[in-house]
């Protein structure tokens, strides 16, 4: 897989104040086809960004000038440009912030070069679909959601939803491949007025993995993200 | 007490004796002015005596004189002389005027005196209380209750005064003073009989509280046994809420005059004030290990931080970096591979750098480092250090500069060789790439220095003296902090462990500077110092 998917070089912001991972992504990343450009803080991120509008931005969260929530924050205020956010174990906090500021996914420090990639395809593909949405059928490996006539099959078998359910999974479905937060779940599900009603949000994901997954203890599709959020995998 | 009363009724039974004995006087007075010359109303002389028995001696002599200056008036100066009764009734108004006025006059002088004798006794309460609540605000408690034991030893008149406290957080204190038999018998205060001041009644908004009555109390293992020191031994208990916490022994001197009632309060104010302060110091005590663990628990925190931060960034890239060579899809040219694996090894000896400050700050901490003397020559020394952060260092201008003919210093090569990779370290991460930084070695007299200094911004002021505790690190303003704050720390431990000395100021031309230095021992000396670095 390149970057060169629409006629046109996908262009990658890759902001880091570690010179080490600045030069190690943008090697790879200039290897698998994408134009890379780099930005060490805050500041020269956002400015990079007005004058260049990348197509995808990783940002590390600790930067050395302003806070990288803030930069997300900025740039959402004028695009929908997807944002990887970077960030360590422990900055789980941090990284629900990030997404619920509008970040379409985070990736734990350590990380292999594997699933950078995948997940900076992933934010792309999800661009992609945003433009132009696909048709009522989606499908993630041997699940199957016709979002026209409310249906959901598991490997040809149709399976029985209650509405929340099915609102549940469609949201998912409809976020193929990319973390949804427990909030953005709730407000997306229950209401704008939810937020923090998270055990509502657990109860549901358990009742829709004995029904969508082969095995519950070990879900397939339907992954937790520990302390941060659910996401429905699709390959 | 039985006691208190007897000298009551002596000065009581004085009064009246002194009482008439005045009236007597002024009896005679009267006489021998009647003899020279006639003045009205001559009986207004025995007024005298009455407020002065009124003053001297209260109410009851004041009456008595007043009795006994209308019957003498009456015996010895109106007629019939000598006898008790009266010819012109006239003389009886004067006679009743004399009683009347003598009584009122009395009545007032009287409660004057008593009010006085109030003021004082209040007065004498209050400077003592005071004088307690200023010894007790010294910082060391022992010294503090020593003094209150000697102020109230003089103040009562006392031969000893043991002040004890018992339990809680000021486990034991003991102050004491006064004379050493006395004291014995103080200190022995449990296995004496004695007489314990009650409580008494508590104060309420309207009406003050009085001190409880003497207690005799026995110790448990000597039954019905008399004793004759209990009258000599005093303790006053020391009370905070229901328990008590500690008490005050006190040893009077023999025929000493029975404690007052204004002693008694004075003595249970002092207890409650000590009482007081004593759970103020417990009070005290508990912010300060509260502080403590705070402490504790922002190092623990840090350290978490350090761990967490610094210790996965290097990982991220050495991660990072491996998993590109063992990428599949992608050819890498050589130059490309050569540099997946130079950031690996260069994350790797950074990892290696903080793994090593973080061992050594430990051990500095728990006093564990024992230094590994040689005697080392320095430019060889500092040279391998700029070897080892020649990456690290590549985007800024080390200039190195050794004084000639430095001889050769006593010290453990690893030790002094971190400490002067976490000086530049810490130079570099500081300053913008590209600028100059200087590594200085010069000999001051039995010492070597050397120095780190850049042209960065510098140190700010109210950084200066927190530069060398761990995991402190600068924030300039707009700027998230960096680093792990454990290089200066780790390099001030070590250099102490050399006898050394380490510091930071700023360059009069601007920027930062870290000295150091090192004792030179004389050559001569090397072994006896080996020797002593050895233990």
């Known amino acids: 897989m390149t970057g060169e998917g629409e006629g046109r070089t996908v262009r990658i912001l890759v902001v880091d104040d570690e010179p080490a991972i600045r030069k190690t992504l943008s090697t790879n990343l200039t290897r698998h086809g994408y134009e890379v450009d780099t930005a060490e803080t805050g500041y020269e991120a956002l400015d990079r960004y007005s004058r260049k509008k990348h197509d995808l931005i990783l940002l590390d969260l600790g930067l050395p000038d302003i806070d990288g929530l803030e930069v997300i924050q900025q740039i959402r205020q004028r695009a929908s440009t997807p944002i990887v956010v970077l960030s360590v174990r422990e900055a789980e906090q941090a990284k629900v912030a990030a997404l619920d500021l509008g970040a379409d996914d985070y990736l734990t420090k350590p990380f292999g070069v594997d699933e950078l990639l995948a997940r900076v395809r992933v934010a792309l593909r999800h661009a992609v679909q945003q433009a132009a949405p696909s048709g009522g059928l989606l499908r993630c490996g041997d699940l199957e959601v016709d979002l026209e006539r409310r249906r959901v099959r598991v490997a040809g078998e149709e399976v029985r939803l209650t509405p929340t359910e099915y609102e549940l999974l469609s949201v998912l479905v409809s976020h193929p491949n990319r973390v949804l937060t427990d909030r953005t779940l709730l407000q997306a599900v229950w209401g704008p007025e939810y937020g923090s009603e998270a055990h509502y949000l657990h109860v549901y994901i358990a009742r829709l993995r004995r029904k969508i997954e082969a095995d519950p203890q070990r879900p397939r599709h339907l992954l937790t993200e520990p302390g941060v959020g659910y996401r429905l995998i699709s390959d | ?38 003045v009205a109303n001559i009986s207004m002389l025995y007024l005298l005596a009455v407020m002065a028995s009124a003053i001297f001696f209260g109410n009851g002599p004041a009456i008595l004189a007043s009795v006994a200056a209308f019957l003498a008036f009456d015996f010895f100066f109106i007629d019939p002389r000598h006898h008790l009764t009266v010819s012109e009734p006239e003389e009886w108004v004067a006679l009743g005027l004399l009683l009347v006025t003598g009584v009122i006059t009395g009545q007032l002088a009287a409660a004057l005196r008593n009010r006085a004798r109030e003021a004082r006794r209040r007065e004498r309460e209050a400077v003592v209380l005071y004088d307690v609540l200023r010894l007790m605000i010294g910082a060391d408690l022992r010294e503090s209750l020593a003094a209150v034991a000697e102020r109230l030893r003089k103040e009562l008149a006392l031969a000893a005064v043991v002040i004890g406290f018992h339990g809680g957080t000021a486990a034991d204190l003991w102050a004491e003073a006064g004379e050493k038999e006395a004291l014995g018998l103080a200190r022995a205060s449990g296995m004496t009989p004695k007489l314990m001041l009650g409580e008494g009644a508590g104060p309420t908004s309207e009406r003050r509280g009085t001190p409880g009555r003497w207690i005799r109390v026995l110790p448990p293992h000597l039954p019905g046994q008399p004793g004759q020191a209990s009258d000599r031994l005093r303790e006053v208990p020391v009370r905070l809420g229901d328990g008590m916490v500690g008490s005050i022994s006190l040893v009077r001197r023999r025929q000493a005059a029975p404690f007052t009632a204004a002693d008694d309060r004075l003595l249970s104010a002092v207890g409650n004030q000590l009482a007081i302060a004593i759970e103020r110091t417990r009070l005290r005590e508990e912010a300060a290990e509260a502080e403590i663990l705070r402490r504790t628990d922002e190092l623990k925190t840090a350290l978490l931080n350090t761990v967490s931060h610094d210790l996965r960034t290097p990982l991220s890239s050495i991660i990072a970096s491996a998993s590109s060579l063992l990428q599949q899809d992608v050819q890498w040219t050589e130059d490309e591979r050569r540099d997946f694996a130079r950031a690996i090894e260069e994350e790797g000896e950074r990892l290696n750098r903080l793994v090593g400050n973080l061992l050594d700050l430990s051990r500095i901490q728990a006093g564990s480092l024992a230094p590994q003397r040689g005697w080392y020559d320095l430019s060889a020394l500092v040279d391998d250090v700029l070897g080892r952060l020649r990456f690290v260092a590549s985007r800024h201008r080390l200039v190195v500069s050794l004084e000639e003919d430095l001889p050769p210093v006593f010290l453990d090569y690893i030790l002094i060789d971190e400490v002067l990779a976490n000086l530049i370290e810490n130079a570099v991460k500081y300053t913008p790439p590209g600028s100059e930084i200087a590594i200085r070695a010069t000999r001051d007299n039995d010492e070597v220095r050397v ?3 850049d042209t960065g911004p510098g140190f700010p002021p109210e950084a200066l003296p927190r530069l060398f505790e761990p995991f402190y690190r600068v924030q300039r303003e707009g700027q998230v902090a960096r680093g792990t704050g454990l290089g200066l720390a780790v390099a001030k431990g070590l250099v102490e462990a050399h006898g050394g000395r380490i510091w930071a100021d700023n360059r009069e031309t601007g920027g ?24």
Do not use: C, H, N
């Not at chain 2, 000295?515 to 006896?528: D, I, N």
């Open chain 2, 1 to 38: 007490m039985s006691g208190t009363k007897l000298r009551l009724r002596a000065s009581s039974a004085q009064g009246y004796v002194v009482a008439l004995g005045l009236t007597g006087i002024v009896t005679g007075a009267i006489w021998v002015i009647g003899q020279v010359t006639d």
């Open chain 2, 451 to 453: 120095e780190v200094a």
């Open chain 2, 512 to 535: 930062a500077r870290l000295v150091f230095t090192l004792p030179l021992g004389q050559p001569g000396q090397a072994p006896v110092e080996a020797a002593g670095a050895s233990e």
